[in-house]
């Protein structure tokens, strides 16, 4: 199953690939972007290949760096914000189908 890749917007870039219960994606964010405050219903775990970021999860802040992991739990509103160009790989359960939807405006801004 081949990746789909997409510029999300001028400081994001994804590309993912869903199987038949789970989406991996890989995100390149710009250092000073922001993936701005959302929420779903997908359980998510994200691993920090590069870089240093700040998660907002809920009320927690946590600053993350390459190697770190960071779980989120479904519906727990959570933002990222880019200290450096920042690498992260994302596992999703269920798959992602609102992506797949295009229902991702969020992330389109």
């Known amino acids: ?7 999300l917007n001028d400081c994001v870039e994804r590309r993912f690939v869903s199987g038949q219960r789970l989406t ?4 390149k964010i710009r250092a000073g972007c922001t993936v701005p405050a959302h929420s779903h219903d997908n359980e ?3 691993v920090i290949l590069e870089g240093r970021a700040l998660f907002k999860l809920g009320d927690r802040v ?13 519906n727990v509103p959570h933002e990222v914000k880019a200290l ?6 994302d596992a999703f359960s269920p798959r992602r ?3 797949e939807r295009g229902e991702d405006a969020y992330l389109r801004k």
């Open 24 to 27: 991996v994606a890989q995100f």
């Open 84 to 89: 450096t160009d920042l690498v992260v790989i």
């Open 62 to 74: 946590l600053e993350v760096a390459a190697g770190d992991v960071v779980h989120i739990p479904p």
């Open 44 to 46: 998510q775990i994200s």
């Open 1 to 7: 199953m081949p990746w789909i890749f997409e510029r």
């Open 97 to 99: 189908d609102d992506w």
